[in-house]
């Protein structure tokens, strides 16, 4: 996974960038056309690199500080794996401060920073090619209905991606912890909180904008 | 946490989400200082994020923070709207339903709405920390 190493940046973990790297490059694999005299590599590595750098959160750093903190994250969620693997439970923060010789502070700053970044979506499209890493788990797309107002917040959950929403409802529905999901999709529990936290977010500012969009027709 | 040592943290904050970090910081600095894991830490910041953006972008919210014996407990008010209190103490939420009572619900060990002493609606939020 050379070209996605190459293309990392602050605050991107590596599984991250593999993770879609690899999804860049199975879709190259999959639209190369051998009837064209050019090599795989010279027709994949431009795509990939496209779909490396087109999703790629991007820590929103304002000093040196603060880039100091975002570039320690990536030992940090390594040491925040390693320890819940070691307890069997979730580590404090200064079981990770402990664990990178660092203070609580310090950890608290990385973690914030790394919040300000946005995470990659897990279902990079909108066409259902099985590519989605997701796919593995094997589910069903059950719905996951809002009840508060059914007919606004619908609309703004339909539009999360597919397995946005599969996360939710693992989370809320059945109940599992985000380690226990991140463990099912294959990805770091600190990017399952991420997600649900953005998809939350998301699907609170849609409604926001379809309650203003509905008090305008009624004025 | 020594008996005498002050237990509980206040915070008035602008409600805008650009101060929602601040908050997040204040929570977790307590939380370090009890122990609490940092999944657990995650889930509070997360049901009193949810509550801060049905308080609305403009005006300010207070929260507070409190040392338990065996947890946390946060306060986030005023609620924005009555009916928000009512959907929290409403029925369960059914089966594929996704409500802020069920996130709360997922997300924290206890839950309440309290009428504070200036008449005001807040939301009460209980975690607990797990042994270590």
Same mark, same amino acid.
């Given at each position: 996974?050379?070209? @996605?190493? @190459?293309?990392? =940046?602050?605050?991107? =973990?590596?599984?991250?960038?593999?993770?879609?790297?690899?999804?860049?490059?199975?879709?190259?694999?999959?639209?190369?056309?051998?009837?064209?005299?050019?090599?795989?590599?010279?027709?994949?590595?431009?795509?990939?690199?496209? &779909?490396?750098?087109?999703? $790629?959160?991007?820590?929103?750093?304002?000093?040196?500080?603060? +880039?100091?903190?975002?570039?320690?994250?990536?030992?940090?969620?390594?040491?925040? /794996?390693?320890?819940?693997?070691? +307890?069997?439970?979730?580590?404090?923060?200064?079981?990770?401060?402990?664990?990178?010789?660092?203070?609580?502070?310090?950890?608290?700053?990385?973690?914030?920073?790394? @919040? +300000?970044?946005?995470?990659?979506?897990?279902?990079?499209?909108?066409? &259902?090619?099985?590519?989605?890493?997701?796919?593995?788990?094997?589910? /069903?797309?059950?719905?996951?209905?809002?009840?508060?107002?059914?007919?606004?917040?619908?609309?703004? $959950?339909?539009?999360?991606?597919? &397995? /946005?929403?599969?996360?939710? &409802?693992?989370?809320?529905?059945?109940?599992?912890?985000? =380690?226990?999901?991140?463990?099912?999709?294959?990805?770091?529990?600190?990017?399952?909180?991420?997600?649900?936290?953005?998809? $939350?977010?998301?699907?609170?500012?849609?409604?926001?904008?379809?309650?203003?969009?509905?008090?305008?027709?009624?004025? | 946490?020594?008996?005498?040592?002050?237990?509980?943290?206040?915070?008035?904050?602008?409600?805008? !989400?650009?101060?929602?970090?601040?908050?997040?910081?204040?929570?977790?600095?307590?939380?370090?200082?009890?122990?609490?894991?940092?999944?657990?830490?995650?889930?509070?910041?997360?049901?009193?994020?949810?509550? #801060?953006?049905?308080?609305?972008?403009?005006?300010?919210?207070?929260? *507070?923070?409190?040392?338990?014996?065996?947890?946390? !407990?946060?306060?986030?008010?005023?609620?924005?709207? !009555?009916?928000?209190? %009512?959907?929290?103490?409403?029925?369960?939420?059914?089966?594929?339903?996704?409500? #802020?009572?069920?996130? #709360?619900?997922?997300?924290? %060990? *206890?839950?309440?709405?309290?009428?504070?002493? %200036?008449?005001?609606?807040?939301?009460? #939020?209980?975690?607990?920390?797990?042994?270590?």
């Amino acid at each position: 996974m050379g070209v @996605s190493t @190459s293309t990392g =940046s602050a605050g991107t =973990s590596t599984g991250d960038l593999e993770q879609v790297g690899a999804i860049g490059l199975i879709k190259a694999i999959d639209r190369f056309d051998l009837s064209r005299d050019v090599a795989l590599t010279s027709y994949a590595t431009p795509k990939h690199r496209r &779909r490396d750098q087109a999703p $790629l959160p991007r820590p929103r750093l304002h000093d040196p500080g603060t +880039a100091v903190v975002a570039g320690a994250l990536d030992p940090q969620r390594g040491a925040i /794996e390693r320890l819940t693997n070691k +307890a069997g439970r979730s580590p404090t923060l200064s079981d990770v401060a402990d664990e990178l010789h660092t203070t609580p502070e310090h950890v608290l700053e990385a973690l914030e920073s790394d @919040s +300000a970044s946005a995470p990659i979506s897990l279902s990079p499209g909108t066409q &259902r090619d099985g590519l989605d890493p997701l796919d593995t788990i094997g589910n /069903e797309d059950h719905g996951f209905d809002l009840s508060e107002d059914r007919a606004s917040l619908e609309p703004a $959950l339909n539009r999360l991606p597919r &397995r /946005e929403r599969e996360i939710l &409802r693992m989370r809320f529905e059945g109940g599992l912890t985000q =380690s226990q999901i991140a463990d099912q999709i294959g990805v770091s529990q600190m990017h399952v909180s991420r997600l649900i936290r953005k998809s $939350l977010v998301r699907i609170r500012a849609d409604l926001g904008q379809a309650q203003g969009q509905s008090r305008s027709r009624s004025a | 946490m020594p008996a005498e040592a002050p237990t509980r943290i206040t915070l008035e904050t602008p409600a805008d !989400r650009a101060f929602h970090p601040v908050v997040r910081l204040v929570l977790g600095g307590v939380a370090d200082r009890l122990n609490l894991g940092f999944e657990e830490l995650d889930d509070l910041q997360l049901a009193v994020e949810r509550l #801060l953006a049905e308080a609305g972008a403009q005006g300010t919210v207070k929260i *507070s923070v409190e040392v338990l014996d065996q947890g946390i !407990r946060a306060r986030v008010g005023p609620l924005k709207e !009555r009916t928000i209190a %009512d959907a929290l103490q409403g029925p369960e939420a059914a089966p594929g339903e996704l409500t #802020l009572r069920r996130i #709360l619900e997922t997300v924290v %060990d *206890s839950f309440g709405v309290e009428e504070a002493t %200036d008449g005001e609606l807040v939301v009460r #939020l209980d975690k607990a920390v797990r042994g270590t």
